[in-house]
């Protein structure tokens, strides 16, 4: 059984979004990447599919009865942050492909961005100081709005100035994400994977305790030891992989 959403303004993009869901990802298209998940692009119209990675197992079974798919997560969270005033990829669609209870394929079909460049590794360029406290404001905004976002990375956090010549943020790779009131606990979650370098990661925690009228001195040195902590335990998990798990495949990046 598949399961089709269009949205009701994109519905002349129906056709292709139907040929995805019977057929996988079109031949003519533009690869950005293969790996766990695969995103492509579709030039006319300008068009983004992520397809997710099939859930195996027991995942199957929690995703096609008890957990929204990734890809419904990802359309009505991004339909959510854009009624909140926040930049994501329009949603134009989503399919998931069912085998009785079991969720066996599924895609988001967005808008393509264009313009746009990750924060990733900005803090070794030159315009990360007139960044930290724009990229601070941001993300007070979202906790401010009760946006909680899990993956909060430098590749889910993008960047461009705008024609008032002010900085702009967009979100992507959304589906991990929850609307809801924001403690301590989450902003000190979300700051420990913003940026790649702790000391830049204090810099934009310091501007961000002054926008939330905060002891700055106290919330970076809060903040410092959740990027320790947070390295420490994604280094035992590699180690715990390393050890019970078989070596993964290579990914596949298509350039």
């Excluded at 906790?143 to 100035?161: E, Q, R, S, W, Y």
């Excluded at 008032?164 to 790779?173: A, K, P, Q, S, Y």
Aim: proline residues 7%.
């Amino acid at each position: 059984m598949i399961h089709i959403t269009v949205s009701p303004a994109h519905e002349d993009v129906r056709p292709i979004v139907e040929d995805i869901a019977r057929n996988g990802i079109p031949d003519d298209v533009v690869f950005i990447h293969r790996g766990r998940n695969t995103i492509a692009y579709i030039p006319d119209p300008p068009l983004n599919i992520k397809a997710y990675r099939p859930p195996s197992g027991l995942k199957s079974l929690i995703y096609g009865t008890m957990r929204a798919p990734k890809a419904r997560r990802a359309y009505l969270f991004a339909q959510r942050l854009i009624s909140l005033g926040f930049n994501t990829p329009e949603p134009i669609a989503f399919v998931e492909e069912h085998q009785g209870p079991r969720l066996v394929r599924s895609y988001f079909i967005s808008r393509q961005l264009f313009g746009w460049r990750e924060i990733r590794n900005i803090e070794f360029d030159p315009i990360f100081d007139d960044l930290v406290e724009p990229l601070a404001r941001f993300v007070a905004d979202l906790h401010a709005k009760g946006v909680n976002m899990k993956d909060m990375t430098p590749g889910n956090i993008l960047f461009k100035k705008n024609d008032e010549g002010r900085w702009d943020f967009c979100l992507v790779d959304i589906n991990r994400m929850a609307f809801e009131n924001i403690d301590k606990a989450t902003v000190l979650s979300n700051f420990a994977g913003v940026l790649n370098t702790r000391h830049a990661v204090v810099r934009v925690a310091r501007a961000y305790a002054e926008v939330r009228g905060w002891d700055a001195d106290a919330f970076a040195d809060e903040v410092s030891k959740a990027v320790l902590d947070r390295r420490a335990a994604r280094l035992r998990k590699r180690a715990l992989k390393r050890r019970f798990l078989p070596k993964p495949k290579p990914r596949q990046i298509i350039r």
